[in-house]
């Protein structure tokens, strides 16, 4: 198990977290958009939260500014924060609008907002999990889309709480954060998404 737990921690990355949600999303209202509006929010997604992070990551390391893709170093994250919070506002501006994808946009809204938590607990020397930070709001869209949906799935429900518990687990396995610190990764990353869950619930 102790070899397994660490696996997590890439597969449920920060940086995947907006796919999982937009799969989820697009499952969820299947019937509302069409297989080529999928593909096309799908690979909006994909460039804007995966490639472009990953190729400015690899900017960041080759100048030596970051060296390991989870960040270890507080000072090390401000970059690749402020850098996440353009482009959650270029997704809820340009792509991901309110008018069409209500529920969606809320949630790159929280995220945004946990973003920027994360990045003002960096300029205070705060280290707060963003593992935890990520696949808690995951959770709570997860759970607030079946609510609004009324899909009365409990396995979704029980999936993503098992996760979020999985990853805490696993970034204490790998010595990368403290309890403290996945509890504070975990209120940044649900308070936000709780509290814009209010506008579209």
Same mark, same amino acid.
């Given at each position: 198990?102790?070899?397994?737990?660490?696996?997590?921690?890439?597969?449920?990355?920060?940086?995947?977290?907006?796919?999982?949600?937009?799969?989820?999303?697009?499952?969820?209202?299947?019937?509302?958009?069409?297989?080529?509006?999928?593909?096309?929010?799908?690979?909006?997604?994909?460039?804007?939260?995966?490639?472009?992070?990953?190729?400015?990551?690899?900017? +960041?390391?080759?100048?030596?500014?970051?060296?390991?893709?989870?960040?270890?170093?507080?000072?090390? #994250?401000?970059?690749?924060?402020?850098?996440?919070?353009?482009?959650?506002?270029?997704?809820?501006? #340009?792509?991901?609008?309110?008018?069409?994808?209500?529920?969606?946009?809320?949630?790159? +809204?929280?995220?945004?907002?946990?973003?920027?938590?994360?990045?003002?607990?960096?300029?205070?020397?705060?280290?707060?999990?963003?593992?935890? +930070?990520?696949?808690? =709001?995951?959770?709570?869209?997860?759970?607030?889309? $079946?609510?609004?949906?009324?899909?009365? $799935?409990?396995?979704?429900?029980?999936?993503?709480?098992?996760?979020?518990?999985?990853?805490?687990?696993? #970034? +204490?396995?790998? =010595?990368?954060?403290?309890?403290?610190?996945?509890?504070?990764?975990?209120?940044? =990353?649900?308070?936000?998404?709780?509290?814009?869950?209010?506008?579209?619930?």
């Amino acid at each position: 198990m102790k070899k397994i737990l660490p696996l997590f921690s890439y597969i449920l990355h920060p940086i995947f977290i907006s796919v999982y949600a937009t799969l989820f999303y697009l499952y969820c209202k299947e019937d509302i958009f069409t297989n080529r509006e999928k593909y096309y929010v799908l690979f909006q997604i994909l460039i804007i939260t995966v490639l472009v992070p990953i190729l400015f990551f690899l900017l +960041l390391r080759s100048t030596g500014h970051i060296k390991s893709v989870m960040v270890p170093e507080t000072s090390q #994250r401000r970059i690749p924060l402020i850098l996440q919070c353009f482009l959650y506002i270029l997704l809820v501006k #340009r792509s991901i609008i309110i008018t069409r994808y209500p529920e969606l946009h809320f949630f790159f +809204l929280g995220a945004l907002f946990s973003t920027i938590v994360a990045l003002v607990l960096s300029l205070f020397k705060i280290k707060a999990s963003l593992h935890m +930070l990520a696949i808690s =709001g995951l959770t709570v869209f997860i759970i607030g889309l $079946n609510i609004h949906l009324q899909m009365q $799935n409990p396995f979704w429900t029980a999936l993503v709480v098992v996760l979020t518990g999985v990853v805490a687990s696993s #970034r +204490l396995e790998m =010595g990368a954060h403290t309890s403290t610190e996945l509890l504070i990764g975990l209120l940044a =990353g649900t308070l936000p998404q709780i509290l814009f869950l209010f506008l579209w619930l």
